[in-house]
Nanobody, 119 residues
Framework: QVQLVESGGGLVQSGGSLRLSCAASGSVSNVVHMAWYRQSPGLERELVADITKGGLTSYVDSVKGRFTIARDSGMHTLYLEMNSVKPEDTAVYYC?????????????WGQGTPVTVSS
């Protein structure tokens, strides 16, 4: 099992910056992939950015050049640096981890942290 706790959300003005953190605990050594998702009211949850244990990253087009995903070497903490934020970035942001549990891959979720960008 992997437990995830997000922090760092809040209210920020358009054009500003915010840094989200996600603390992982439990069977962290089995984590192979971590990601940030977000969900706005009435919309489906979308993948924002992800990172592999080897450090490979990818981003949804709408945040490329503005957001940066990073993690510490042990996959204990995941970060999302959000710059030049826009009102459309307003959402609840969720941390996710994929870990090998027994013989299968499982996905774990945090409780989410809300981000509101004012115009």
């Amino acid at each position: 099992q992997v437990q995830l706790v997000e922090s760092g959300g809040g209210l920020v003005q358009s054009g500003g910056s915010l840094r989200l953190s996600c603390a992982a605990s439990g069977s962290v050594s089995n984590v192979v992939h971590m990601a940030w998702y977000r969900q706005s009211p009435g919309l489906e949850r979308e993948l924002v950015a992800d990172i592999t244990k080897g450090g490979l990253t990818s981003y949804v087009d709408s945040v490329k050049g503005r957001f940066t995903i990073a993690r510490d070497s042990g996959m204990h903490t995941l970060y999302l640096e959000m710059n030049s934020v826009k009102p459309e970035d307003t959402a609840v942001y969720y941390c996710s981890a994929n870990a090998l549990v027994d013989v299968s891959m499982r996905q774990f979720w945090g409780q989410g942290t809300p981000v509101t960008v004012s115009s």
